[in-house]
């Protein structure tokens, strides 16, 4: 995960990452099928439900595009940069439609969602518009585009969860994974989109994670990531056992399937996560100590704007709180400058709460008006865009020296290790992640251990984004 972005979207090393095939699959498959994917960890995790319900109709991935019939691009609407990237793709896929007769091209996800059929009259070249509850219909829709129609669906379901499918492991490094127990959100954050476009907040049952998590356990994975917008207001009833499911039983759950199995979450809305859930952290060794939090603004006046539930002081709490409980807790956290009447006063409030919260990272960004959000339909967009880009940029600078505080904090410090795989910079290098989700680069020496093992690193140096260590037990 990249420590910060400014105003692009989420895991800027993934973005328009492509579905990568086994290695050496012996399948022969009637069509190929490629696929791009943008935006938030929830559609990546998506892509690899659709890319199971393709294999199931026996299309088989492609990473080349030339190779593909069919094209999907996996979109997101958070903010206007991101739709514009899709756009920009796009121009990219017609060239290709024109060489090769009968390869159609689909879009996926929020913004499928988001402009429906609307987007068949703004771009020619797409054939199937498919929004985020209807990826179980996909082949019918391909069917239907290879007869020559233009082929839509994007309602939105109260009950999809796509609990029965197993994904398909999307580029995987064979050791972390993502796992979404929950769709949708019910939340109204006024500049969120988000409940627009993947509709009502929906959990997913309960047992169907755990067996999803066991059994990437059992394929060698040793980490897993629960993934929701709102992951604390996660609740299903379980008949079979009859129980009902918070996210601190889930998780507890999730951590008993074995204490070599790390569990990771995100993302955590100040207003739901509990001491239940903190307690639960606390208890299991292989529950990564590690919340994403976001604030979203330090100002109480905007945060109401904002529509968060929550004021300065009850997130301040909820941060004293969370490290009373875990002391050694990484936190991180969303940022957005320049939302409607922010004012320097509300700018301060917020590099003081960055200050008070002492974040290891945070996802940084500038307000980008959406359509149809509550903040769109009720106040004006009235920061100039060299505003909200000067105080993005001392939100950058000011998370830049807690990052770099924070990493220093830990020099001489030793952490469990899970190696992830070489480091990108040294082959000579392993890279992991320590519990609070910091990244570790150290050098292999002549260690006999490897990917996916635990290893015992003491840090000694940093950069402002990594921690440097040397192995000191395995
Ligand atoms: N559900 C999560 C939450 O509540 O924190 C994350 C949702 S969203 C995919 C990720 C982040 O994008 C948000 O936390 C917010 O900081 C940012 N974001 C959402 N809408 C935005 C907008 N209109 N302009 C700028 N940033 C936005
Ligand atoms: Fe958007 Fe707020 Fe829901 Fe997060 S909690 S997805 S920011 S509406």
């Known amino acids: ?10 895991d800027e090393t993934r973005q328009g990452e492509a579905y990568a095939p086994f290695a050496g699959d012996p399948t022969v498959y009637k069509k190929r099928f490629y696929i791009e994917s943008y935006g938030c960890q929830m559609n990546f995790a998506d892509s690899e439900i659709v890319a199971s319900i393709l294999h199931k109709e026996g299309f088989g991935a492609t990473r080349n595009v030339e190779e593909a019939d069919l094209i999907f691009i996996n979109t997101c609407s958070i903010r206007e940069k991101a739709e514009q990237t899709v756009r920009k793709r796009l121009t990219e896929f017609r060239k290709l439609k024109e060489q ?51 082929a839509v669906n994007v309602l939105l379901s109260r009950e999809e969860t796509y609990a029965d499918i197993s994904p398909v492991r999307l580029d995987s490094n064979g050791i972390t994974a993502f796992v979404s127990i929950m769709r949708g959100c019910n939340n109204m954050c006024s500049f969120c989109v988000v409940p627009f476009t993947r509709g009502r907040e929906r959990s997913r049952d309960a047992e169907s994670i755990i067996s999803e998590c066991r059994d990437l356990f059992e394929k060698g994975y040793k980490e897993v990531t629960l993934l929701g917008q709102n992951v604390d207001s996660y609740y299903f009833i379980d008949e079979q056992n009859d129980e009902a499911v918070t996210f601190a039983r889930l998780l507890e759950r999730v951590a008993l399937i074995s204490p070599l199995l790390r569990v990771r979450f995100s993302t955590s809305h100040p207003k739901d996560i509990t001491d239940e859930v ?30 968060r539930t929550y004021t300065r002081e009850w997130y301040k709490a909820k941060v004293d709180r969370i490290r009373q409980v875990m002391p050694d807790c990484g936190i991180s956290s969303d940022i957005i400058a320049g939302f409607c009447t922010e004012e320097e ?29 509550l903040a769109q339909r009720r106040y004006e967009d009235d920061i100039d865009e060299d505003v909200k880009k000067r105080r993005l940029q001392e939100i950058v600078a000011m998370q830049n020296r807690l990052s770099q505080e924070s990493n220093r904090r830990d020099l001489g410090k030793k952490f469990i290790v899970l190696i992830e795989g070489d480091s990108k910079k040294n082959a000579a290098e392993w890279k992991g992640r320590n519990s609070q989700n910091k990244v570790i680069v150290f050098p292999k020496e002549t260690y006999n251990v490897g990917k996916g093992d635990y290893v015992e690193v003491e840090v000694v140096s940093c950069t402002q984004a990594t921690l440097l260590g040397k192995i000191v037990n395995k």
Request: charged residues 25%; contains cysteine; glycine residues 8%.
């Open 345 to 373: 006063a509300d700018h301060h409030d917020t590099l003081s709460i960055m200050e008070y919260s002492r974040y290891d990272f945070s996802y940084m960004f500038f307000y980008s008006e959406r359509p149809g959000t």
């Open 1 to 10: 995960m990249l420590d910060y972005v400014n105003d692009k979207i989420q």
């Open 278 to 307: 903190l307690f639960t952290m606390a208890k299991y060794e292989n529950i990564c100590k590690y919340i994403h939090l976001p604030v979203q603004s330090g100002s109480t006046r905007i945060l109401q704007l904002m529509n």
């Open 100 to 150: 090769k007769k009968g390869m159609l091209v689909g879009v996926l996800g929020c913004m499928a969602e988001r402009l429906k059929a609307k987007f068949l009259e703004e771009e020619k070249l797409v054939d199937m518009v498919v929004g985020p509850d209807a990826y179980r219909t996909l082949p019918g829709l391909v069917e239907e585009a290879e007869g020559g129609q233009k």
